[in-house]
């Protein structure tokens, strides 16, 4: 395999690969974790892995007993670690010998013979409702109970001895003795023999698959079977059955139809034997791609109000992520976590890409925009940041990898090179690169071989090392900025500038698209102004770049440089381009004299564009160039004519942003009435159900008026009526969190009402959560204890109720927990599941706008023993307290 000159320093240096390879016993324990030195020296001694796995699941019980058996193949003798932690040894043998059953820094070692090694083992691993990777979850509809694994990163190794990293991927056979009403799905379809009955299940051996991507799920769950053989079968909680029922056929549908999308494009049969869809019930992530058996959220399937357009889209996507995974994660899979990206990045981008294909009326480009850009720019800009490509030293620190640099950036800049590479480059190189690495491992460098190989066959030589360089191992992303000069009408200068947002002097080879948008004065009095609009394709990779393609073309209105969102960086828009977009993008500017230049960013036309273009101004009040309260008011006045669902949540949210935490309280009183009159109006009145579902969400954040509470308490009353809405549970709860949160007066009678009429499991979750909001010391405090201290609470439980306990106006009660929030955070990444840390720092951190939140956040960055990790985490949040302040020095309207 070749590696790229100049890449990152993946691999240990010569002289400890050597060691690894000739030491025959390890002199002291392995370290905590799974370090990359012992990743390495296992992944060049053993081989032909297969665990034979036995569990025995009991209702309500804290533990399960299992039993295993594992063989491998060892190229040398001496002592072996293998990783288990958090459970019990009951006894072990090696090779029919017993050995010692003591477990040092979560490693059993191994004499291990040079050969064939067997090793038997029975122990005893934890379950619970949360911090484990075996987890309980309470139906609290029926009193039933499910139980689920989840190992990645590398908390396979808290369920039963292996060997717990990506790259030793093994054949797993599998035995599991449960209650006798109880289903279980696993990677492989159950056999049926003599040996099954109700109480036991076996499944044949799977294909070779990393530990984090075997699997189980046991419980009285119930399948949803397709009429159609390609379609996956379903499985849901018995208590959700009827809900499920409706929901699963389209669900089903746009599975099938990603298969045979991806194994069409791929050029790659579908890897496993069969592909099943779990629904599985506080699941903390969106899904998990387990080879042959998704697990997904079951609130991202089965939704909890009332859905719109964007929340199918995503639903789409959510499906097709984890479908493309089986190919990009599960067959080929990266050899270690600093490659998380290989799987993440290509099945974020792979499913827009599908779908532009299955459902192009969805504009999923314009959806790739608006839901994917904003998060990874958000991150991009700060301090925080980390490369697409991430040095993880030990999979103890892998969760970290996650999060929107690996699930948006990647994918953004995927987007970038199939641009830069073009069409039939892209597709082949990824052809080859799965030929070549089915069911094995790869790193990023075998991809940019295969993609370079693509590219000299078709006679292009495109210089991806290069590219990639750039754009996986630097971290940050560049600012461009236009400057163009004019005479008698036509361009005579043209430059594209880059600069690093950071400052730290990068530079990023980059592919674009310039729209140019001009007036085409009339000939004569008889004919109207015309609109001339081109755009010019630049490759480019310096500071500055001369577009000479531009010389001599009609002086434009409007310059701007990412033209159908190739382009990835910030992209400013100069003062005439957008003074121009500002009346562009209104649909209430007068038309007249010159329509045909709307005509160019109107929804029917240009949809991208037009939500481009709304960004890009966005951005100017980001970067604190404009005022966000101009920016509400231009928003409110295009508002009553806006046609576009997701552009108007959109919009609601960066009004919601900007009256809480850009405007200062004065400003925020002065506009928020005429806020809350535009958006209950068209939260009645607009002309489709998508848009005044959208509104309704928006004016339930932005409420705060007493007649605007009085509206939310006339829709839970069922006097005020949204045309087409029926309110469902969440919905309820939704308002009645904000009524809590806002201290209305009547919000305590009307909370304790909804929580006796609502008993369900989740209505008693959305109670919890709601409480949360009481603007009250003494359940805050209690709340924060329960956060830090409680072993029943469900970890979704406290996800839900993050957001309300750090309501936007209780600063003055929150503050006080923001260090001692901070100060948790070495337990909660050791203990919580990936996307947690991340939600927990974003609650504390994003509802403060304050000097003084400001200083005790950099207070407690300046600590001298602060895991890396945490600080990089901590200042990439931070980043978005310290522009609110910044925003509201500046502007003091």
Same mark, same amino acid.
């Given at each position: 395999?070749?590696?790229?000159?100049?890449?990152?320093?993946? @691999?240990?240096?010569?002289?400890?690969?050597?060691?690894?390879?000739?030491?025959?016993?390890?002199?002291?324990?392995?370290?905590?974790?799974?370090?990359?030195?012992?990743?390495?020296?296992?992944?060049?001694?053993?081989?032909?892995?297969?665990?034979?796995?036995?569990?025995?699941?009991?209702?309500?019980?804290?533990?399960?007993?299992?039993?295993?058996?594992?063989?491998?193949?060892?190229?040398?003798?001496?002592?072996?670690?293998?990783?288990?932690?958090?459970?019990?040894?009951?006894?072990?043998?090696?090779?029919?010998?017993?050995?010692?059953?003591?477990?040092?820094?979560?490693?059993?070692?191994?004499?291990?013979?040079?050969?064939?090694?067997?090793?038997?083992?029975?122990?005893?691993?934890?379950?619970?409702?949360?911090?484990?990777?075996?987890?309980?979850?309470?139906?609290?509809?029926?009193? @039933?109970?499910?139980?689920?694994?989840?190992?990645?990163?590398?908390?396979?190794?808290?369920?039963?001895?292996?060997?717990?990293?990506?790259?030793?991927?093994?054949?797993?056979?599998?035995?599991?003795?449960?209650?006798?009403?109880?289903?279980?799905?696993?990677?492989?379809?159950?056999?049926?023999?003599?040996?099954?009955?109700?109480?036991?299940?076996?499944?044949?051996?799977?294909?070779?698959?990393?530990?984090?991507?075997?699997?189980?799920?046991?419980?009285?769950?119930?399948?949803?079977?397709?009429?159609?053989?390609?379609?996956?079968?379903?499985?849901?909680?018995?208590?959700?059955?009827?809900? &499920?029922?409706?929901?699963?056929?389209?669900?089903?549908?746009?599975? &099938?139809?990603?298969?045979?999308?991806?194994?069409?494009?791929?050029?790659?049969?579908?890897?496993?034997?069969?592909?099943?869809?779990?629904?599985?019930?506080?699941?903390?992530?969106?899904?998990?791609?387990?080879?042959?058996?998704?697990?997904?959220? =079951?609130?991202?399937?089965?939704?909890?109000?009332?859905?719109?357009?964007?929340?199918?889209?995503?639903?789409?996507?959510?499906?097709?992520? $984890?479908?493309?995974?089986?190919?990009?994660?599960?067959?080929?899979?990266?050899?270690?976590?600093?490659?998380?990206?290989?799987? =993440?990045?290509?099945?974020?981008?792979?499913?827009?890409?599908?779908?532009?294909?299955?459902?192009?009326?969805?504009?999923?480009?314009?959806?790739?925009?608006?839901?994917?850009?904003?998060?990874?720019?958000?991150?991009?800009?700060?301090?925080?940041?980390?490369?697409?490509?991430?040095?993880?030293?030990?999979?103890?620190?892998?969760?970290?990898?996650?999060?929107?640099?690996?699930?948006?950036?990647?994918?953004?800049?995927?987007?970038?090179?199939?641009?830069?590479?073009?069409?039939?480059?892209?597709?082949?190189?990824?052809?080859?690169?799965?030929?070549?690495?089915?069911?094995?491992?790869?790193?990023?460098?075998?991809?940019?071989?295969?993609? $370079?190989?693509?590219?000299?066959?078709?006679?292009?030589?495109?210089?991806?090392?290069?590219?990639?360089? @750039?754009?996986?191992?630097?971290?940050?992303?560049? =600012?461009?900025?236009?400057?163009?000069?004019?005479? %008698?009408?036509?361009?005579?200068?043209?430059?594209?500038?880059?600069?690093?947002?950071?400052? %730290?002097?990068?530079?990023?080879?980059?592919?674009?698209?310039?729209?140019?948008?001009?007036?085409? $004065?009339?000939?004569?009095?008889?004919?109207?102004?015309?609109?001339?609009?081109?755009?010019?394709?630049?490759?480019?990779?310096?500071?500055?770049? @001369?577009?000479?393609?531009?010389?001599?073309?009609?002086?434009?209105?409007?310059?701007?440089?990412?033209?159908?969102?190739?382009?990835?960086?910030?992209?400013?828009?100069?003062?005439?381009?957008?003074?121009?977009?500002?009346?562009l993008v209104n649909p209430s500017t007068p038309r007249e004299p010159n329509p045909s230049i709307f005509a160019t960013v109107s929804n029917?036309?240009?949809?991208?564009?037009?939500?481009?273009?709304?960004?890009?101004?966005?951005?100017?009040?980001?970067?604190?160039?404009?005022?966000?309260?101009?920016?509400? %008011?231009?928003?409110?006045?295009?508002?009553?004519?806006?046609?576009?669902?997701?552009?108007?949540?959109?919009?609601?949210?960066?009004?919601?942003?900007?009256?809480?935490?850009?405007?200062?309280?004065?400003?925020?009183?002065?506009?928020?009435?005429?806020?809350?009159?535009?958006?209950?109006?068209?939260?009645?009145?607009?002309?489709?159900?998508?848009?005044?579902?959208?509104?309704?969400?928006?004016?339930?954040?932005?409420?705060?008026?007493?007649?605007?509470?009085?509206?939310?308490?006339?829709?839970?009353?069922?006097?005020?009526?949204?045309?087409?809405?029926?309110?469902?549970?969440?919905?309820?709860?939704?308002?009645?969190?904000?009524?809590?949160?806002?201290?209305?007066?009547?919000?305590?009678?009307?909370?304790?009402?909804?929580?006796?009429?609502?008993?369900?499991?989740?209505?008693?979750?959305?109670?919890?959560?709601?409480?949360?909001?009481?603007?009250?010391?003494?359940?805050?405090?209690?709340?924060?204890?329960?956060?830090?201290?409680?072993?029943?609470?469900?970890?979704?439980?406290?996800?839900?109720?993050?957001?309300?306990?750090?309501?936007?106006?209780?600063?003055?009660?929150?503050?006080?927990?923001?260090?001692?929030?901070?100060?948790?955070?070495?337990?909660?990444?050791?203990?919580?599941?990936?996307?947690?840390?991340?939600?927990?720092?974003?609650?504390?951190? %994003? &509802?403060?706008?304050?000097?003084?939140?400001?200083?005790?956040?950099?207070?407690?960055?300046?600590?001298?023993?602060?895991?890396?990790?945490?600080?990089?985490?901590?200042?990439?949040?931070?980043?978005?307290?310290?522009? &609110?302040?910044?925003?509201?020095?500046?502007?003091?309207?």
């Amino acid at each position: 395999m070749r590696i790229p000159s100049g890449t990152r320093p993946r @691999s240990l240096s010569a002289a400890a690969i050597l060691l690894a390879l000739t030491t025959p016993a390890m002199a002291t324990p392995a370290e905590p974790g799974v370090s990359h030195e012992l990743a390495i020296a296992r992944a060049t001694r053993i081989s032909d892995l297969h665990y034979n796995l036995t569990f025995t699941l009991k209702e309500h019980a804290s533990e399960v007993a299992a039993t295993e058996t594992l063989t491998f193949l060892s190229s040398t003798a001496g002592d072996l670690p293998i990783d288990y932690r958090d459970g019990t040894l009951q006894s072990a043998t090696l090779n029919a010998h017993p050995i010692p059953i003591n477990v040092e820094n979560g490693h059993l070692n191994l004499p291990a013979i040079a050969g064939r090694n067997t090793l038997t083992i029975a122990f005893t691993s934890d379950a619970a409702p949360a911090g484990k990777s075996i987890t309980r979850y309470e139906d609290k509809d029926d009193g @039933s109970e499910y139980i689920y694994t989840l190992f990645v990163p590398m908390d396979a190794s808290m369920a039963f001895p292996c060997f717990d990293q990506p790259d030793l991927k093994a054949k797993f056979t599998l035995e599991v003795n449960h209650p006798a009403n109880w289903t279980v799905i696993a990677n492989t379809a159950p056999t049926r023999n003599e040996s099954t009955s109700a109480t036991h299940t076996q499944f044949p051996e799977t294909h070779p698959i990393s530990t984090y991507l075997f699997a189980f799920a046991a419980g009285p769950f119930l399948p949803i079977h397709a009429q159609n053989l390609a379609e996956p079968t379903v499985y849901v909680r018995k208590s959700q059955l009827a809900r &499920a029922q409706q929901e699963a056929p389209q669900v089903q549908q746009m599975a &099938a139809r990603g298969i045979a999308y991806f194994e069409n494009y791929f050029a790659q049969p579908f890897p496993f034997p069969k592909y099943d869809l779990v629904l599985i019930p506080g699941f903390p992530f969106g899904g998990m791609e387990h080879a042959g058996a998704t697990f997904l959220n =079951e609130d991202g399937v089965l939704f909890r109000s009332t859905p719109t357009p964007s929340d199918y889209f995503r639903r789409n996507t959510l499906v097709l992520h $984890e479908t493309c995974h089986q190919w990009f994660g599960d067959l080929v899979t990266m050899r270690w976590f600093d490659d998380l990206w290989l799987k =993440e990045g290509f099945a974020q981008y792979m499913a827009y890409k599908a779908l532009a294909q299955l459902e192009p009326a969805s504009n999923p480009w314009k959806h790739f925009y608006e839901d994917i850009k904003p998060l990874a720019y958000g991150i991009d800009e700060t301090q925080g940041t980390t490369p697409i490509f991430q040095n993880i030293r030990n999979l103890k620190d892998a969760k970290s990898a996650y999060g929107a640099i690996v699930y948006q950036k990647a994918p953004a800049v995927l987007k970038q090179l199939n641009y830069f590479l073009d069409e039939d480059t892209f597709r082949n190189g990824l052809r080859l690169y799965l030929k070549e690495h089915a069911y094995a491992n790869a790193q990023w460098a075998d991809l940019v071989h295969a993609f $370079e190989i693509a590219s000299n066959q078709l006679g292009q030589s495109k210089d991806v090392e290069g590219w990639a360089t @750039s754009w996986i191992t630097l971290r940050g992303m560049p =600012e461009i900025t236009v400057q163009h000069t004019c005479s %008698e009408g036509k361009i005579t200068t043209f430059t594209l500038h880059q600069r690093d947002v950071l400052n %730290e002097g990068y530079l990023w080879p980059m592919a674009n698209e310039i729209l140019l948008v001009s007036t085409v $004065e009339p000939a004569n009095a008889k004919e109207q102004a015309r609109t001339n609009t081109q755009t010019i394709k630049v490759n480019w990779n310096t500071a500055e770049a @001369s577009v000479t393609d531009a010389i001599g073309k009609p002086c434009p209105n409007l310059v701007f440089a990412n033209e159908n969102d190739y382009g990835y960086g910030r992209f400013l828009l100069d003062a005439p381009s957008a003074a121009e977009t500002a009346s562009l993008v209104n649909p209430s500017t007068p038309r007249e004299p010159n329509p045909s230049i709307f005509a160019t960013v109107s929804n029917e036309t240009a949809p991208l564009r037009r939500s481009m273009l709304w960004g890009a101004l966005w951005e100017n009040v980001h970067v604190a160039e404009s005022s966000p309260r101009a920016y509400v %008011e231009l928003a409110l006045q295009s508002l009553p004519q806006e046609s576009d669902e997701s552009l108007s949540r959109i919009q609601g949210a960066r009004i919601a942003t900007a009256l809480h935490s850009y405007l200062h309280d004065a400003a925020r009183k002065a506009i928020a009435p005429q806020a809350e009159s535009v958006i209950a109006d068209r939260m009645i009145h607009a002309p489709s159900l998508a848009l005044r579902i959208a509104n309704f969400r928006t004016f339930t954040n932005i409420s705060e008026t007493p007649q605007a509470l009085q509206q939310i308490k006339d829709l839970l009353a069922s006097k005020l009526v949204v045309p087409g809405l029926t309110l469902k549970p969440l919905d309820r709860w939704n308002l009645i969190s904000h009524l809590i949160a806002i201290n209305d007066p009547e919000a305590q009678s009307i909370f304790a009402a909804e929580k006796a009429h609502d008993q369900s499991g989740e209505g008693q979750k959305y109670a919890y959560a709601a409480e949360a909001a009481t603007p009250s010391a003494e359940v805050k405090a209690r709340y924060f204890d329960q956060y830090l201290h409680s072993q029943t609470i469900q970890e979704d439980w406290i996800t839900q109720s993050l957001r309300p306990f750090n309501a936007w106006n209780q600063t003055a009660l929150t503050q006080p927990y923001l260090t001692r929030a901070l100060n948790d955070l070495p337990d909660i990444k050791q203990h919580r599941k990936i996307f947690f840390l991340g939600a927990w720092l974003s609650a504390f951190i %994003e &509802a403060q706008n304050s000097p003084e939140a400001q200083a005790a956040v950099h207070a407690w960055l300046t600590g001298h023993d602060i895991d890396p990790d945490l600080r990089l985490k901590v200042l990439e949040v931070s980043d978005s307290l310290d522009r &609110a302040v910044s925003i509201r020095q500046k502007f003091s309207d």
